[in-house]
C-alpha cells in the first residue's frame, strides 16, 4: 500500500478534530476529501504533512511510519501539501519562489521534473503557466497566480503525493477547469493526489475516490458517484444547508 | 550609485595619505570595527529576520578568547583569532539553540536574557576574566597605526563581501525565504532551525573574529565589549543605516562612530541622543535613515533612484 | 538552621520577584509584546523612590503612594506615543522599548549619578518566628507585595476595566466586536504594568542598591520568571517567582552571590530546551 493512515486520531481541548481516521491510497490514486466545515479536512492535512501531532494513530508511507517526524522530513520523503490561505515568499520573484523549494541535487530522471534545478524551475513554471511571470515578485500577482505558484512550488519539492487545500476556491469556472485539468496532468504523470474540495464540480471531476468527514469522523467512502448518493452525506449536508439558510 | 560607492571605498585608502591626524585615523578604524559588528548582526537581523539581542557577547567573547590565548598559553595571534572564531560559533550555538523555539519578539528578549549569563559569568569568575579591569598587555598584531588602518579597512571590506556573496547563495535565498515565511519554508522542505542557527554562527563568527582583532589592536579586553549597551550601539546603527540592506549598515556605524567621538563635549549625552535617534526612526520611517535619505533624494531627482535602490542590495523589510 | 532561615528569605524576596514579574506577564499576556523597558520602570521607581524618601523626607508610605502615582502616568505616556503607534510589529515593539530603556538609564544617570545608593529601612527591628529570625523591613515588605498581588487579582477579577482586560487577553478581535475600547485597556495595562514593577522597586529599596543600570537584571528575571512559569499564566508566574526567589539565595548562600545572576538564567536557557510552554503554560 503506497498510504495507509490508522485510526488517525487529534484532540484540542476537548474538541475532537479528527476521530479514528482510516484510509488507504494505491500509487497514482486521486483521492477527495469533503465534508461540512469543521470538518476537519484542513487538520488532516496538517496532520499528513507533519504540522500537527497526531494524539493516535499511523501514517504509513510505503511502509514507513511518517508520524513524529518534522514537516521538512516529511517533505523530503516525498508529501508536498498547499495552503489554504495562498502563501508565498513575498519579496522573492516567483522563480525564486520556486528554487527555495527545490532540492539541491537537481531531480533524477524519474522525476516529473527532471534535471538541473534552473531547468526544472522553468519547465515547471511553463506547466502552471507562470513562465512569462518568473521575475515578478510574487506580491504583484493576481490571485489565481498565486494559485497556480502554490501548486508550482509543490511540484518543485518532486512530490509523490501531493496534497492540494482547496485549490480552486476563489477561481471563476474558466480557471476552475483549467486547475482541474492541470491537476488531472499531474497525476497522469504519476503523482498520487489528495484534494479538499467544497466546490462539488471540481472535487467531482478530479476524484477516483472520495472520503467524507463529518465532525472528525470519516462517514462514507467510495466513488463520486456512490458517495453522493449515500444517505448519510445527503443529510450531513442537508443539514449544513438547513443551518445556512434557517 | 556603485561608483559612489567605490569612489567613497577608493578614499577610504587615501586617508592616510591625506592626513597625520592619528585620532582621525584611530576613529576610522573604530569605525570598521562597528560596521562589521553592524553587517554581521543585520545578516540575521535584517535578512532572516531575528532580533538577536546577543550580539556584543560573540564579540566579547572573540575578544577575550584572544586575551588568554596570548596571556594564558602565549599563542601566536593567527591561532588566537582561529580560536576567537570557534568560540563564538559555540556561543551562538549555546545560545540559538534555546532561542529559536521562541518565535520573533520573544526570540529577542530570549537572547538579551541568554547574553546575561556571559556578561554576570565575567562578574563571577572575576578571578580568571580579571574583573572590571579585563585582561591587559596583549601583544599586537601590527605596531604602526597605518597598518592597523589598514587591516581595518580590509577586514570591513572583506565583511560586507562575504555577506554579498552569501546573500547572493542558496543560503542567502533561504535565509530571506525563513524571513519571508517560516512556514511555508518548513513546507518547502527546509529544514528552518538548521539554516536560523548557520546563519547565526555566521554572524557570531564575524563578530569574534573582529573582537579578536581588536583585542590585539586595543591591548585590553574589558568586559564592556559583553555589554548590553554595546549591542544597543549595534542596533542603533543598523536601524539608523538601514535594516535589511548591504550598506545601509556601514554607513550607520559610521555616522554613528563619528558623532559620538567628535561630540565628545556631548559625549555623556550620546546614549541619549542614539535611543531618541532610534525611537524617532521607528515611528517615522522605519526602514532607517537611509531609506529616508533614498526617499528624500527620489522626491527631488526622481526615478533614477529605482536602480540606485536596487544595486544598494536593498530587499524590502516590512517591518510595520 | 541556616538552610531553613535562606529558603525563607528566598520566599520573602521570591513575593517581590513575582510581583515584578507579573508587570510584565500582563503586558505580555494581554498586549502580546515583550516590554524590554519594563527594567527601566523598575529602576526610576527605585530612584524616585530614594529621592522622595530620603531627599525631600517624605514618609515611606506616601513615597510608595506617589512612586506608583509618577510611574503610572509616565507609563501612559510612553504607550500612548511610543507602542501604540507601532504595536503591530513585534519587532518595532522590542526596538522601542529598548531604546526607551536606554533613554531611562541615562537620564538617571545624568540626573543622580552613578554612585550606588539605597534608603533607610521601613521598619526596624526583627521578628523570631520558630526560631528562625526575620528583620521586619523583609516581613513588611512582603505583607505589602503580597497585598499588591491580591489587590491586582480582585482588580482583574471584580472591575469592570480587570474584567475587559482578561477578555482581551483572550481574544482581542472577539473583545472588540464586544465593544471594548481595546486601545483604552492596552494603555492601562502598559501603565499597570510599569507600575507593579515600581511597586516592587519601591518596597526593595532599603533592601538593594540602587543605580542606574540596575533594571537589566529585573527585566531579565522577570523574563525568566514568566518562561519558567508558563507564558499566560498569572498563576504559574507567582509560583515560579517564588521558585526562583529561593533559587537565587540558596545559590548566594552555598556557592556566591556573583553566581546570583548566572544559574537563574541557566535554568531559562534549560527550560527554553526542554519545555518552551513553561511548567505552567499552554503549549504556544
Known amino acids: 500500500m503506497f498510504l495507509r493512515v490508522e485510526s488517525l486520531t487529534k484532540h484540542f481541548g476537548g474538541l475532537s478534530a479528527i476521530s479514528e481516521v482510516n484510509f488507504e491510497l494505491s500509487e497514482g490514486d486521486m483521492l477527495g476529501v469533503m465534508g461540512p466545515n469543521g470538518a476537519g479536512k484542513t487538520t488532516l492535512i496538517n496532520l499528513l504533512s507533519g504540522f500537527l501531532m497526531p494524539d493516535e494513530g499511523n501514517i504509513f508511507l510505503g511502509g514507513e511510519n511518517l508520524v513524529g517526524l518534522k514537516p521538512h522530513r516529511i517533505v523530503q520523503k516525498g508529501i508536498a501539501r498547499t495552503f489554504q490561505q495562498v502563501r508565498k515568499f513575498s519579496n522573492l520573484t516567483v522563480f525564486e519562489n520556486l528554487k527555495v523549494a527545490c532540492k539541491v541535487e537537481g531531480a533524477s530522471e524519474k522525476d516529473l521534473f527532471p534535471g538541473s534545478t534552473e531547468k526544472r524551475i522553468l519547465e515547471i513554471l511553463k506547466f502552471v503557466n507562470l513562465y512569462r511571470k518568473r521575475d515578478v515578485v510574487s506580491t504583484s500577482l493576481p490571485f489565481d497566480d498565486l494559485k497556480r505558484l502554490e501548486i508550482g512550488r509543490a511540484l518543485a519539492t518532486s512530490p509523490v503525493l501531493l496534497m492540494l487545500d482547496e485549490p480552486v476556491s476563489g477561481l471563476t469556472l474558466e480557471e476552475t477547469d483549467g486547475f482541474i485539468d492541470l491537476i488531472r496532468k499531474i497525476n497522469s504523470y504519476g503523482v498520487t493526489i489528495i484534494v479538499i474540495e467544497h466546490v462539488m464540480r471540481a472535487l467531482m471531476n478530479i476524484s477516483r475516490r472520495i472520503i467524507v468527514l463529518d465532525g472528525g469522523r470519516k462517514i462514507s467512502e467510495g466513488t463520486p458517484k456512490e458517495v453522493s448518493r449515500d444517505q448519510k452525506v445527503i443529510e450531513v449536508y442537508l443539514g449544513e444547508m438547513a443551518e445556512r439558510y434557517a | 550609485m556603485e561608483i559612489v560607492m567605490a569612489s567613497l571605498v577608493a578614499f577610504l585608502f587615501l586617508v592616510p595619505f591625506l592626513t597625520r591626524d592619528r585620532y582621525l585615523l584611530h576613529i576610522l578604524i573604530l569605525s570598521n570595527v562597528m560596521a562589521i559588528l553592524a553587517v554581521s548582526w543585520n545578516l540575521v537581523a535584517g535578512y532572516l529576520g531575528q532580533l538577536n539581542l546577543a550580539h556584543a557577547i560573540f564579540y566579547g567573547l572573540g575578544a577575550y578568547a584572544s586575551g588568554y590565548a596570548f596571556k594564558l598559553f602565549r599563542l601566536p595571534p593567527l591561532i588566537g583569532i582561529f580560536a576567537s572564531g570557534v568560540v563564538a560559533i559555540i556561543a551562538a550555538l549555546v545560545v540559538g539553540i534555546p532561542c529559536f523555539r521562541l518565535k520573533g519578539h520573544y526570540f529577542a528578549i530570549a537572547t538579551l536574557a541568554s547574553s546575561q549569563i556571559f556578561y554576570a559569568a565575567t562578574g563571577a569568575l572575576s578571578k580568571i576574566t580579571g574583573g572590571e579591569e579585563g585582561i591587559s598587555g596583549i601583544k599586537p598584531l601590527l605596531k604602526s597605526l597605518i597598518a592597523n588602518y589598514y587591516l581595518f579597512l580590509i577586514l570591513m571590506i572583506a565583511t560586507v563581501f562575504t555577506i554579498y556573496m552569501i546573500l547572493r547563495s542558496r543560503l542567502g535565498l533561504i535565509i530571506r525565504s525563513v524571513r519571508e515565511d517560516e512556514l511555508l519554508s518548513e513546507a518547502s522542505g527546509l529544514d528552518t532551525m538548521k539554516y536560523k542557527i548557520l546563519a547565526l554562527c555566521i554572524s557570531a563568527f564575524i563578530a569574534g573574529i573582529i573582537g579578536s582583532v581588536n583585542c590585539y589592536y586595543q591591548s585590553i579586553v574589558t568586559p564592556d565589549t559583553l555589554s548590553i549597551s554595546l549591542t544597543f550601539g549595534i542596533v542603533a546603527m543598523v536601524i539608523v543605516g538601514g535594516f535589511g540592506t548591504l550598506v545601509g549598515p556601514v554607513i550607520g556605524a559610521y555616522l554613528l562612530t563619528f558623532i559620538a567621538e567628535y561630540l565628545y563635549f556631548i559625549l555623556q549625552f550620546r546614549l541619549i541622543i542614539f535611543s531618541l535617534l532610534i525611537i524617532f526612526i521607528i515611528l517615522f520611517s522605519p526602514k532607517g535613515f537611509l531609506d529616508l535619505i533614498v526617499r528624500g533624494m527620489e522626491s527631488i531627482f526622481g526615478p533614477k533612484m529605482e536602480a540606485a535602490k536596487m544595486e544598494l542590495g536593498e530587499d524590502d523589510v516590512s517591518e510595520s | ?284
Not at chain 3, 535562606?6 to 509584546?33: D, E, F, K, P
Not at chain 3, 522622595?52 to 509616565?74: D, E, R, W
Not at chain 3, 497585598?147 to 473583545?175: S, W
Open chain 3, 1 to 284: 538552621m541556616g538552610v531553613v532561615q535562606v529558603i525563607v528569605s528566598g520566599l520573602i524576596v521570591g513575593g517581590l520577584y513575582a510581583v515584578v514579574a507579573t508587570g510584565l506577564s500582563l503586558t505580555w499576556g494581554v498586549m502580546n509584546i515583550v516590554n524590554v523597558s519594563h527594567g527601566a520602570f523598575y529602576m526610576i521607581g527605585s530612584f524616585i523612590t530614594y529621592s522622595l524618601y530620603m531627599k525631600l523626607g517624605v514618609n515611606p508610605f506616601l513615597s510608595f503612594l506617589l512612586t506608583l502615582l509618577i510611574i503610572f502616568a509616565v507609563g501612559l505616556v510612553a504607550e500612548k506615543t511610543l507602542i501604540h503607534p507601532v504595536r503591530k510589529s513585534g519587532e518595532n515593539v522590542v526596538l522601542i522599548t529598548f531604546a526607551l530603556a536606554i533613554f531611562l538609564e541615562e537620564v538617571a544617570r545624568i540626573t543622580w549619578g552613578l554612585i550606588y545608593r539605597t534608603t533607610a529601612p521601613y521598619f526596624k527591628g526583627t521578628i523570631d518566628v520558630f526560631g528562625i529570625i526575620l528583620d521586619w523591613q523583609r516581613v513588611g515588605t512582603f505583607c505589602i507585595g503580597i497585598l499588591v498581588l491580591i489587590i491586582f487579582n480582585m482588580f482583574l477579577k471584580k472591575t469592570k476595566i480587570g474584567k475587559a482586560t482578561r477578555m482581551v487577553e483572550q481574544d482581542e478581535e472577539v473583545a472588540m466586536l464586544l465593544g471594548i475600547n481595546v486601545d483604552r485597556i492596552y494603555l492601562i495595562t502598559f501603565a499597570i504594568g510599569a507600575c507593579l514593577a515600581a511597586s516592587a522597586a519601591s518596597l526593595l529599596a532599603p533592601l538593594y542598591l540602587i543605580y542606574p543600570s540596575m533594571g537589566w537584571t529585573p527585566l531579565l528575571f522577570s523574563f525568566s520568571i514568566v518562561v519558567l512559569g508558563g507564558m499566560g499564566s498569572m498563576k504559574g508566574t507567582i509560583y515560579a517567582g517564588f521558585l526562583f526567589g529561593v533559587i537565587s539565595l540558596l545559590t548566594t548562600y552555598f556557592i556566591s552571590s556573583g553566581w546570583v545572576n548566572v544559574i537563574p538564567f541557566t535554568i531559562l536557557v534549560l527550560v527554553l530546551l526542554v519545555k518552551p510552554s513553561g511548567l505552567f503554560g499552554r503549549e504556544a
